[in-house]
């Protein structure tokens, strides 16, 4: 339920601005601007439908008048979005009807447009204009020259040498009489400032009650809004991008001149509409699922809607949706729930943001506790039998020279290990460095890192660079190095056996060692370490085969889709 808050005040008292309030404010030569060209425009108009009318109706009888009528009736649209092109000068936003539904041709039109109710409003908007706008040109023109007289007055009087005759009366206008004409010239200058705000007024009403789109196609237009935001909000993996596209959507649906998005301190997220100065917000922000509408002192409405967050997110408060209308524009409750769905959509985003952040913080944490581990298994272990060993060689460096080079060689060759377990790990932690160094670099490190750290040997056939995207590479990487971990921690092996080689589509790296194996049987699906394994090669297209007896060692075999020079798979 939406409960719209700020009862406007009567007319009376909230449009009270002073004396030179009118005279002040720019909506008062806006609407001058439109009044001076309504009467043009109306009489264009006119002529226009009046002409084809006529014309379409002595001319009937012959196949012409048909076209003639049919023009008169394309003019009323056409004319109509001139009309409301026009109004916005007023600073009214107008938006255009949609092309009425219907069969295609020119019959589906013809039947579209004489049945749709804009059609008929339009025509309305046409034939009041011009009358109308004659009255006000009267009514201008008429406070114009009394105002010329007036404010004049010190020229046309006072430095006369003929008197002014009216009847059997003879008038020489003295100081005083000079001092009351402009008076009265100032006077009627601040009542047509006043004849003007009110005219902007009517003809903002005016225009939005007749040219407008019927309630229908708003509603539909909301519609749409609403299902373009809720996809940005489901899609979106840029949070500034995801509400600037949530403002844009509010603007345009709606009647606003524009429509902002305020984080909780103030500061601006996003805003789209008209340029320009924005009304300072001096109301308090309303309650969570409240609107709160209020009128500007200079004229207009501002609503303000809350961007409410789930009670998880760990505050409610997500910031502020506004919304600017002009004098005479007031929301309705219709609009005012569209911009509350529009700014629950806002929260959804910030609140997504916020989990993706978290899950980000938490991806991270157990990444390190990760290369902890890796850093403790390896790299600390070989520093601390570097270690033992420099220390072994300098004890025996006098006494036995024989056991002092076995002590360097021994230390040399886990210096070699630490190194290569280093740049495997930094190759683990930067999956980009596989498209810097390559696959087979990196794979090369790993090997060497395996024979120094634990002893084994490694035979390496890696043969060129295979022909892998950025995703399947890193996916081969992690699957080659749970693979040569299992070796290591499982196996008991001392040989190992790693390949890579492309064939026609597929790429084949594989890893088979002489261990004491397993029975793939027995262990059903397989360890955590090969479901994630498998799932990792699903990932990137391919799929991985586990061979392995009792005795016999193990074979794992990766089968990943090869990227063509073309660019196909």
Request: net charge neutral.
């Amino acid at each position: 339920m939406i409960r719209v808050m700020g009862a406007p005040a009567p007319p009376a008292r909230r449009l009270h601005r002073g004396a030179l309030g009118d005279l002040l404010d720019p909506a008062t030569y806006r609407a001058a601007l439109y009044v001076l060209l309504s009467l043009p425009v109306g009489g264009a108009v006119a002529g226009l439908l009046t002409a084809a009318v006529v014309g379409g109706l002595l001319t009937l009888p012959v196949v012409i008048g048909a076209g003639f009528l049919l023009a008169a009736l394309w003019l009323v649209s056409a004319l109509g979005d001139v009309q409301r092109v026009l109004i916005g000068l007023l600073g009214v936003r107008v938006a255009r009807p949609a092309a009425p539904a219907g069969p295609g041709g020119l019959l589906g039109w013809l039947g579209a447009t004489l049945a749709n109710p804009v059609t008929y409003r339009t025509l309305l908007f046409h034939v009041i204009q011009l009358p109308l706008s004659l009255v006000c040109w009267v009514v201008l023109c008429t406070l114009l020259a009394i105002q010329v007289l007036g404010l004049g007055a010190p020229l046309w009087a006072m430095n006369s040498a003929v008197p002014v005759v009216w009847g059997e009366w003879t008038l020489r206008p003295g100081a005083l009489s000079v001092a009351g004409l402009m008076l009265a010239g100032a006077g009627a200058l601040l009542v047509s400032a006043g004849v003007l705000s009110v005219m902007g007024r009517m003809w903002t009403r005016l225009g939005v009650a007749l040219l407008a789109p019927d309630g229908d196609e708003a509603a539909r237009r909301e519609v749409v809004a609403l299902r373009r935001a809720a996809g940005r909000v489901a899609l979106g993996d840029d949070l500034n991008a995801t509400l600037a596209d949530l403002t844009e959507q509010a603007w345009q649906a709606s009647t606003a001149l524009a429509v902002a998005l305020d984080a909780p301190d103030g500061s601006r997220r996003a805003v789209s509409g008209v340029p320009g100065a924005w009304p300072a917000a001096q109301e308090p922000g309303p309650a969570p699922g409240e609107a709160s509408v209020h009128a500007l002192p200079g004229g207009g409405w501002l609503a303000t809607l809350p961007v409410t967050l789930p009670a998880s997110a760990g505050t409610l408060d997500g910031g502020t949706l506004r919304a600017w209308y002009p004098a005479g524009g007031r929301p309705s409750a219709d609009e005012l729930a569209f911009l509350l769905s529009i700014a629950d959509h806002a929260g959804t985003a910030l609140h997504a943001a916020q989990l993706i952040e978290r899950a980000g913080a938490r991806a991270g944490e157990q990444e390190r506790a990760r290369l902890a581990r890796e850093l403790h298994d390896s790299v600390a272990q070989a520093l601390y039998g570097i270690t033992l060993g420099a220390k072994t060689a300098r004890a025996t460096l006098e006494r036995d020279p024989a056991k002092t080079r076995q002590s360097l060689d021994y230390t040399i060759r886990l210096a070699e290990g630490g190194v290569s377990e280093m740049k495997a790990l930094l190759f683990s932690l930067r999956p980009d460095a596989l498209e810097e160094g390559g696959l087979i670099a990196a794979l090369t490190q790993h090997a060497h890192a395996l024979e120094a750290r634990h002893g084994l040997t490694v035979h390496a056939d890696l043969r060129a660079e295979p022909d892998l995207d950025p995703d399947a590479q890193a996916a081969a990487y992690r699957v080659m190095q749970e693979a040569l971990h299992n070796v290591v921690k499982h196996a008991r092996a001392h040989t190992v056996w790693l390949g890579v080689a492309q064939e026609g589509r597929w790429v084949t790296l594989s890893v088979r060692d002489d261990g004491r194996g397993f029975d793939p049987q027995a262990q059903g699906r397989g360890t955590l370490g090969q479901r994630s394994m498998r799932e990792r090669a699903a990932g990137a297209g391919g799929h991985l085969q586990v061979t392995s007896e009792p005795g016999q060692g193990s074979a794992v075999t990766l089968t990943l889709p090869r990227v063509l020079p073309g660019g196909g798979a």
